[in-house]
């Protein structure tokens, strides 16, 4: 099914598979901030969002290393530190995301120095309404498949504030995206399934719940599988993170049926902590034959920022093509919308 190419483009209506080929150009995509880009005395950056707006933020969790405190707020709420000191960045694609807009207007209250990203919508009402710096991204067919602009966004803006070098970042971010152009030459849909790792592993995880685990520097690169099973597979799947897992949720595979209806995914980083590397290889020993043998997926690429994406993208691709193993367009989530309606009424 997978090397059928008029079944693919007869599905995939909206060329998810072609976006998600092209996410080097999201890269290398100039944003330039418009209102009134001034910062003075930042002390701490709280970033405001859901979903893949939020996950854009929580990759720079990984890359680059930021020398003042960095929260990720996916919640109607802010933390009560939040002050004049504060850069608060809200993010949403639509620009209409509710919880991002109640922490925008408690941050405003404490007197935080705004910023916005977003594709439209209220916020981006707001940001022209207030003079706020506003970053407008380009559209796309949904939210999840803008990540990398979105994150490319958020660099703009720390880089703007001092928080970032633009020196040091924007030639590590130009090769992560060359990068990117080669490494996913092996996914193609044009590529067959013999030859094509992506399509191997969609074959594998169809039709399962899935769990993906990740060290902290992968972590991030877990949850957009997570996201990514749910939205394009729309197949269930968490995402765990070591090493919080030795601590808990380890010993709850060791009971109940061994032949439990998951499938298990280590994402690996030979850039972890030593004994997070350590913590995976040991894990796995003692969990054998109690829960399913995790697929383990080595992250590739000669520095953090690399391995991370390419892990990220390689995990669009799988979870592209057990959507369409699934028999579904991968794009729509119309359950979402029907939601949010439901919601208002």
Known sequence: MLDDLKYIHEKDVED???????????LRHEFSLSGNPVFDGIQNVVYGAMGGSALAASLAKTWPTLSHPFEVVRDYDIPQYVNGATLFIAASYSGNTEETLSALSQAEARGAQIAI??????????????????????????PRYAVLYNF???????????????DKVRPVLEKAAAFLDTAVQDWLPTVPEVSNPAKQLAKELAGK???????????????????????????????????EFNHNEFIGWSQQPVDKPYAVIDLRSNLEHPRVQKRFEVSARLLSGMRPEPHIVEG??????????????????????????????????ELVEKFKKALDQ
Not at 117 to 142: R, S, T, V, W
Not at 152 to 166: P, T, Y
Request: aromatic share 10%.
């Open 16 to 26: 998810t598979l072609g976006i998600a080929a092209r996410q080097g150009d999201q």
């Open 117 to 142: 990203i977003a594709g439209g919508g209220k916020l981006q009402e707001i940001a022209a309404a207030k003079n706020y710096p506003f970053i407008q991204l380009p559209k796309a067919a949904q």
């Open 300 to 333: 590739i690429g000669e520095n953090e920022l690399e391995q991370l994406l390419w892990t990220v993208v390689y995990g669009d691709f799988v979870t592209l093509y057990v959507g369409l193993l699934n028999g579904l367009n991968p794009a729509p989530v």
């Open 152 to 166: 490319q966004a958020l660099l703009c803006i720390l880089e703007q504030a001092g928080l970032v070098g633009r």
């Open 209 to 243: 719940s899935v769990v993906v685990y990740g060290g902290p520097k992968l972590y991030p690169a877990a949850y957009k599988w997570k996201i990514s099973f749910n939205e394009n597979a729309k197949q269930v799947a968490w995402a765990g993170q070591l090493p």
